[in-house]
């Protein structure tokens, strides 16, 4: 599939310094299994000027650019399946802590750190890097950027937009923008940080941040509670917000069927209950020395099972239940790739839409696909994985074809109750067709004027985010 | 100065229902009386689709449009004085709160609602809106995300962008942008959000607003402590934050000069210190019910005299001691005014470098010109007000043809220190100039391509933020 002109465009390349390889196998692939690449070449830039470098070549002979983090992305973003085959660009290289600076909160990273290397950095200068996700070990701080990742923790401390001060990227001209600014506030100019971010390498490659970091907390409370359903759940998360305030860091709703399904594919794991709960809540409460997060949780248990928004329930006792506890949350999504989704929704809705939405989907997805729903997520968020899956003992085969219609019509009821068809996943390739549908038709003609105007000859990630042209 | 094609285009505009009227004074002029409008109209849609009905007049027939929200900024975005006369934008009849949904934390509001009705909204339904700044009973809700205006409040809550779930824009052509989404996760596509938030009105003009409510601190507590010098403050805000996380809502550095300045413009304030301190703090904890921020409070203080960081200080012992140290506080910006800056600036810093800015910059700007420095701001956030006068008796005329010079001088050596010349005013038209010499050319470039791209006739806000062609 490698064409002479492919390799005398990578031979120029490696001329320049920079690494470059025929693409392995792992850059073609992406978790969902859904997008395949094509044979290619990978550049491996050791610095941002190197991708500078890159991208300037790409740009004098338009070849397109494949940006590539850590290969986690749920939506597509990372593996190019149609046009012409780009060069992909991975920053794995680029993988140093720049600077830490514990007296202000803020950390400097390259954009190939990993998550987890993010959080132990901080870890070790005594503060805490607030994202945290399933997929933290492999995921890099620039693909998180790049999608606007959000994950466990975004109801204390926001998507990772949120707590990200600065970056420095590659513009499609292969221009440096040198925005690592460390300010809490800075007013000069379009914010061109918000627009990279969440922009999934269409406008240029994020090779750099500066990100927020925080104390630690030192005290934390974990509790599994049942809950009669959904608008119970959001009850108890006023409830915990207007008596714990910002202490409030994880409130995480899990349905029945994820009970049922990791009994199935983890007998192993403990589960929280004996009895199957049809809604449960597993939350956390975070406090700085002084407060008593454990005699907060107890309390605010006793208080919601007065006012019966709770029937049951556990505060962990000890740090191995509450790891077990989240164990058990963590190993819900392998569960679900266990079992095999025949549709899966990563949508966001207003609370105070969630739990009408929750008690009409049902019957709806039931009159085209009856399957068994698996919903689990961020209620703080009002984020859910809402999942559809085969009957005990089905094959996907059965459903497969009704998946498209599944999908269709729980983003038009997402839609139409003002929530999102993509809540921390982003658009990629997955749902580029779900964005041109839903999308505001003035937010898509900006978007792609803004594209043109940055990125003219169209080699940022190709096919991400808006069709190809 | 009207022609009659001024009066022609006025006309027609009335004649589609929209209220047009010769802009009176109020409309020409801005605080701090540099820039001065030019006789002109001004338009006063009544809804979202008035504003885009004037957007496309003006789109048809080449007229500039100045957006104008409260008329409180402080750097003459809202004022036009060069090129040609622009048909002034007002929205102050779009004063409704579209709605309020206590339950989820978010309130819908038209761009014209002024930031004190927006928090009497929100205290109405027991909620707190989370934006507050000295100018806020006339300060507009769309200006303010304009603007991306700070405050008070930004220590704890963020800048107004970081509140803000939504907005609605008619944009440069018209079209009206949906984007009032009332989500806290929403990856599909571009943020225009953004984008829009603190371009100043030169790309859209913002017409509504979701924005998150909090719960209100059912307690608060209040401290004036006095500091021997920055890198003390710095020390003690670490401190704070560590032992009382997030309910650290307000910690605003004040130096000597404030104090004398205050004695003698206004004699009759209640001085929180019989002896003016060289550096003092005030700051505040809000928390939720079950704490006791007094107590926390307290208890900081104590540690804090302990560890040698505070010598002297009050911790407000009713509701007038707390309502009579912000009075002090926000009576400042007005004394600031009757003695009349030589030079005055609105510069953050990453907060390792404020202290090395604060010692090093008074023998510097001696050197040019030996006033009085008066140093106030959100140290929290980085972001300080420093401020040159003439010494006491002397006229500022001694000393203003060199206010330019110390004005580089402050900013060059802000810049150097990887700090902004724009925290949180903007850059309007004052410091269009600052932005081209200090900004990155990288981002210049990119903020003229997306300029040009979305207001290719440059209709909107002409002269502010970027230079007119």
Redesign the interface.
């Given at each position: 599939m490698l064409t002479d002109a492919d390799q005398a465009f990578a031979d120029a390349l490696a001329l320049r310094g920079v690494t470059v390889k025929p693409a392995a196998p792992n850059y073609l692939e992406e978790p969902r299994d859904v997008y395949h690449g094509r044979p290619g070449f990978v550049a491996l830039p050791s610095d941002t000027d190197q991708v500078s470098e890159v991208v300037k070549a790409c740009a004098a002979a338009g070849v397109g650019i494949q940006p590539y983090g850590g290969g986690t992305g749920l939506v597509g973003g990372q593996v190019s399946s149609e046009g012409p085959v780009p060069l992909i660009v991975s920053l794995e290289r680029m993988n140093r802590v720049r600077a830490i600076?514990p007296?202000?909160?803020?950390i400097v990273l390259d954009a190939g750190v990993t998550v987890s290397e993010a959080q132990a950095a901080a870890e070790a200068a005594g503060r805490l890097f607030p994202v945290s996700y399933g997929s933290q070990d492999s995921a890099r701080i620039g693909g998180g950027l790049a999608?606007?990742s959000?994950g466990l923790n975004?109801l204390r401390y926001?998507?990772v937009?949120?707590v990200c001060l600065g970056i420095e990227a590659v513009?499609p001209d292969g221009?440096?923008?040198?925005?690592l600014?460390?300010?809490?506030?800075?007013?000069?100019?379009?914010?061109?940080r918000?627009?990279l971010?969440?922009?999934e390498g269409t406008?240029g490659i994020i090779t750099g941040a500066a990100m927020r970091l925080f104390?630690r907390p030192a005290q934390i409370a974990t509790a599994f509670l049942v809950v009669r359903d959904p608008g119970a759940a959001?009850a108890l998360l006023?409830l915990f917000?207007?008596?714990?305030?910002?202490?409030v860091s994880a409130f995480e709703l899990i349905s029945r069927t994820n009970f049922d399904m990791m009994a199935e594919t983890h007998p192993e794991a403990r589960q929280p209950f004996e009895t199957f709960p049809e809604w449960a809540i597993l939350t956390e409460l975070g406090?700085?020395?002084?407060?008593d997060p454990e005699e907060?949780m107890t309390?605010l248990f006793e208080d919601a099972f007065e006012a019966g928004l709770v029937s049951d329930g556990a505060v962990a006792q000890s740090g191995q239940q509450r790891a077990d506890f989240w164990h058990f949350r963590e190993t819900i999504p392998e569960a679900n790739r266990r079992i095999g989704a025949i549709a899966s929704h990563d949508i966001?809705?207003?609370?105070?839409e969630l739990a009408g939405f929750i008690a009409e989907a049902p019957e709806a997805i039931a009159a085209i696909a009856p399957g068994r729903i698996a919903c689990f997520g961020?209620l703080g968020?009002?984020?859910l994985h809402y999942n559809l899956f085969p009957q005990r003992g089905d094959t996907r085969d059965a459903y497969m074809a009704r998946s498209h219609d599944v999908s269709d019509l729980v983003h038009e009821m997402v839609v139409a109750r003002?929530?999102?068809?993509?809540?921390?996943?982003?658009?990629g390739r997955k749902?580029v067709g779900e964005?041109q549908r839903?999308?505001?038709?003035?937010?898509?003609?900006?978007?792609r004027?803004?594209k043109?105007?940055?990125d003219p000859k169209g080699i940022m990630n190709p096919g991400a985010?808006?069709p190809l042209l």
């Open positions: 600076y007296e202000e909160d803020t999608v606007n959000g975004v926001g998507m937009r949120d513009l221009s440096i923008l040198n925005g600014k460390r300010l809490r506030k800075d007013n000069t100019g379009y914010d061109l918000h627009l971010i969440g922009s406008l104390p959001i006023t917000r207007q008596r714990a305030g910002e202490a406090t700085g020395p002084g407060a907060m309390a966001s809705l207003p609370l105070s961020h968020d009002g984020n003002g929530g999102s068809f993509s809540a921390e996943h982003g658009v749902k964005l839903w999308g505001d038709p003035a937010k898509l003609a900006a978007m004027a803004i043109t105007a940055l985010v808006l």
